[in-house]
T-cell receptor, first 112, second 114 residues
Framework: EDQVTQSPEALRLQEGESSSLNCSYT??????LFWYRQDPGKGPEFLFT???AGEEKEKERLKATLTKKESFLHITAPKPEDSATYLC?????????????FGPGTRLSVLP | EAQVTQNPRYLITVTGKKLTVTCSQN?????MSWYRQDPGLGLRQIYY???????DKGDVPEGYKVSRKEKRNFPLILESPSPNQTSLYFC?????????????FGPGTRLTVT
């Protein structure tokens, strides 16, 4: 069964305290892995797409990496405005089409 | 402005009263989908559409219907809502079912069924 898990479920950091979020997946036919940010009551906002193991992408204080079985979202020197839920999703290709499977998310709180 | 819109944003209804949540995108995207989001379960795909008149079930399709008569619109229909369909619903679109494109999400519809 295609599955995506994320850890930790919640993370509290002090401003400036770097850390990493994990996304693990067991899927067949992976086409891409996506990271999104979601603020309370709003729709997810796209951050990164990763296609193959070894790939890395960066945006401001965020860096996403991908291995064959997991992805990490590294947050360097976070600020309070980075507080949000971070979602990981995989795009799976089947013979008849495609599907997106999301992880449950990591709720990040950055304290000033 | 490129966007996905949903209406209504909030809805409280009673069991069994048919309702429709509309979704529209102005980006000429081929692929559209509906998700529900519940605490601890994350986003789960309900239905998706690869193009006009082409729809298919996602992971949790029971109790829902969709249609795709025009490229820009993808309404979600609950023929006989039940309390277990109380949830936060998101519509999303992506340019094509081919290739790894990110999804653009609507602002969400919070549905309560009493």
């Amino acid at each position: 069964e295609d599955q995506v898990t994320q850890s930790p479920e919640a993370l509290r950091l002090q401003e400036g305290e770097s850390s990493s979020l994990n996304c693990s997946y067991t899927v067949s036919g992976l086409r891409g892995l996506f990271w999104y940010r979601q603020d309370p009551g709003k729709g997810p906002e796209f951050l990164f797409t990763l296609y193959s193991a070894g790939e890395e992408k960066e945006k401001e204080r965020l860096k996403a990496t991908l291995t064959k079985k997991e992805s990490f979202l590294h947050i360097t020197a976070p600020k309070p405005e980075d507080s949000a839920t971070y979602l990981c999703a995989v795009q799976i290709i089947y013979n008849y089409g495609q599907n997106f499977v999301f992880g449950p998310g990591t709720r990040l709180s950055v304290l000033p | 402005e490129a966007q996905v819109t949903q209406n209504p944003r909030y809805l409280i209804t009673v069991t069994g009263k048919k309702l429709t949540v509309t979704c529209s995108q102005n980006m000429n995207h081929e692929y559209m989908s509906w998700y529900r989001q519940d605490p601890g379960l994350g986003l789960r795909q309900i239905y998706y559409s690869m193009n006009v008149e082409v729809t298919d079930k996602g992971d949790v399709p029971e109790g829902y219907k969709v249609s795709r008569k025009e490229k820009r619109n993808f309404p979600l229909i609950l023929e006989s809502p039940s309390p277990n369909q109380t949830s936060l619903y998101f519509c999303a679109s992506t340019p094509s079912p081919l290739g790894a494109y990110e999804q653009y999400f609507g602002p969400g519809t919070r549905l309560t069924v009493t």
